[in-house]
């Protein structure tokens, strides 16, 4: 998220792992944190493996591996642009986790595991898919909604002048929590179905596209 701060000219504060940190933009100062609960990450971990998937461990700073060559870990450095630390175990690291991350091109396996993960956590998880090849699990307030409540509070705009855009199963609890909520068109059929409107797809402009006709048309329409 760093590298869009200065392009975007952002002043407000970002939701970090799907809301499990709040920080300003200065990376600095955290506003709120939602870590997982004590012993829970252990168990995460060990249902994740159980599935063959890899695992990463986000704490509010760091990003660690334990394999530098596993599936996508080259594909997230250079979309975060930062690399991970490399570990042999996650042991030490559990006391302050924002997010896990199951990872692995069986697409299938990962949606089996998404679900079987969120049976087994219950109401001491969240748990969604990120992307086809992502298990994103956290606190279970570090989630989109959650993000949508809060920065509601913070910013005092009522949550149905918020508009979200998303494409990922992970964006359906944003898109009950605002008042408009518009999927991307290479969202998958359920999402799409949860959302308010259907923009056209990311290779398409779909994002530019969304803004121009469900946001500022409609904010156009109602001056």
Same mark, same amino acid.
């Given at each position: 998220?760093?590298?869009?701060?200065?392009?975007?000219?952002?002043?407000?504060?970002?939701?970090?792992?799907?809301?499990? /940190?709040? &920080?300003?933009?200065?990376?600095?100062?955290? %506003?709120?944190?939602?870590?997982? !609960?004590?012993?829970?990450? =252990? #168990?995460?971990?060990?249902?994740?493996?159980?599935?063959?998937?890899? /695992?990463? &461990?986000?704490?509010?700073?760091?990003?660690? %591996?334990?394999?530098?060559?596993? !599936?996508?870990?080259?594909? =997230? #450095?250079?979309?975060?642009?930062?690399?991970?630390?490399?570990?042999?175990?996650?042991?030490?690291?559990?006391?302050?986790?924002?997010?896990?991350?199951?990872?692995?091109?069986?697409?299938?396996?990962?949606?089996?595991?998404?679900?079987?993960?969120?049976?087994?956590?219950?109401?001491?998880?969240?748990?969604?898919?990120?992307?086809?090849?992502?298990?994103?699990?956290?606190?279970?307030?570090?989630?989109?909604?959650?993000?949508?409540?809060?920065?509601?509070?913070?910013?005092?705009?009522?949550?149905?002048?918020?508009?979200?855009?998303?494409?990922?199963?992970?964006?359906?609890?944003?898109?009950?929590?605002?008042?408009?909520?518009?999927?991307?068109?290479?969202?998958?059929?359920?999402?799409?179905?949860?959302?308010?409107?259907?923009?056209?797809?990311?290779?398409?402009?779909?994002?530019?596209?969304?803004?121009?006709?469900?946001?500022?048309?409609?904010?156009?329409?109602?001056?």
């Amino acid at each position: 998220m760093a590298m869009l701060i200065e392009p975007l000219k952002l002043t407000q504060p970002l939701a970090a792992f799907n809301g499990g /940190v709040l &920080i300003q933009p200065d990376l600095a100062t955290v %506003v709120d944190q939602n870590f997982l !609960p004590a012993g829970v990450p =252990e #168990q995460v971990i060990e249902s994740i493996e159980k599935h063959g998937l890899d /695992v990463w &461990i986000y704490t509010a700073t760091d990003w660690f %591996v334990r394999d530098v060559n596993g !599936p996508h870990v080259a594909r =997230e #450095q250079w979309t975060v642009k930062f690399p991970p630390k490399v570990v042999k175990s996650f042991d030490g690291l559990l006391g302050r986790v924002a997010k896990i991350v199951g990872v692995s091109d069986n697409l299938e396996g990962v949606a089996k595991c998404e679900k079987d993960v969120q049976e087994a956590g219950g109401t001491h998880i969240s748990a969604a898919r990120s992307q086809p090849y992502y298990l994103d699990v956290t606190h279970p307030n570090a989630n989109k909604g959650e993000v949508v409540v809060a920065m509601s509070k913070l910013l005092n705009i009522p949550a149905e002048q918020i508009a979200t855009i998303g494409d990922m199963p992970n964006d359906v609890l944003m898109f009950k929590k605002s008042g408009v909520s518009i999927a991307m068109g290479n969202a998958s059929a359920e999402v799409q179905a949860s959302a308010t409107y259907v923009t056209s797809t990311n290779e398409d402009e779909g994002f530019a596209k969304a803004i121009e006709e469900f946001v500022l048309n409609a904010r156009s329409a109602n001056a």
